[in-house]
């Protein structure tokens, strides 16, 4: 059966959402970071960085919540998995995206607004991330103007990839009504009852 190491409540929701989304068997095993549980000589065994999530497959393990998603997509072809290789050049393209030009400046801007405690928030910092995540965002919502979905006609890997980081949005009360399209696609990525199922948790 397949481990996974971490919560659904922090990048582990992406992976969790994801094979919820397979229909596949898996032991969800949290683990308490602040603890120093990923910090165990047993546990850096299986993920010497000692982080989570962490997915183990028989003798494959993955780490880093996005490629583990892309690894499952390519382990259980079906209506997740990119259907040609262009799809899956998309597919790759997203994922590294919003790591790359989203996910740490959603975090910038949620420690310094939500996160901290209010006497070490730096506003400029904020300010700053935000802009750089409209820049960002109209990107993707540039895209999505075209096109329903991130990769093919259908929600694949790549949808759900993207989705789970721009949940952050909502999580730190990011106003991102002025990309209609990314909101439109955002709530039908986030209606799916395999990601209900953790973010109403």
């Not at 992976?15 to 546990?43: H, V």
């Not at 993920?47 to 393990?61: C, E, F, I, Q, S």
């Not at 949005?169 to 209900?196: E, F, K, Y």
Request: charged share 20%; proline share 5%.
């Amino acid at each position: 059966m397949i481990r996974l190491y971490g919560s659904p409540h922090n990048r582990g929701f992406r992976t969790y959402w994801m094979l919820e989304e397979l229909g596949l068997e898996y032991e969800g095993i949290p683990k308490d970071t602040q603890a120093g549980e990923t910090r165990t000589p047993e546990f850096l065994a299986i993920n010497p960085n000692g982080h989570v999530p962490t997915l183990v497959d028989g003798d494959v393990v993955v780490w880093e919540s996005m490629a583990i998603n892309l690894y499952l997509a390519e382990r259980h072809p079906g209506p997740l998995s990119p259907a040609s290789l262009a799809q899956k050049a998309d597919a790759l393209k997203w994922s590294f995206w919003v790591m790359s030009e989203v996910e740490g400046h959603l975090l910038t801007y949620g420690m310094n607004t939500s996160f901290l405690p209010e006497a070490e928030r730096d506003a400029a910092a904020a300010d700053g991330a935000l802009d750089q995540l409209h820049v960002a965002l109209e990107v993707l919502d540039g895209a999505l103007a075209r096109q329903k979905f991130l990769a093919g006609d259908a929600f694949t890997v790549a949808d759900l990839n993207v989705a789970s980081v721009l949940s952050w949005t909502r999580m730190v009360g990011l106003d991102i009504s002025s990309h209609p399209n990314l909101v439109r696609w955002l709530d039908g990525c986030l209606a799916r009852p395999a990601a209900q199922k953790f973010l109403a948790g």
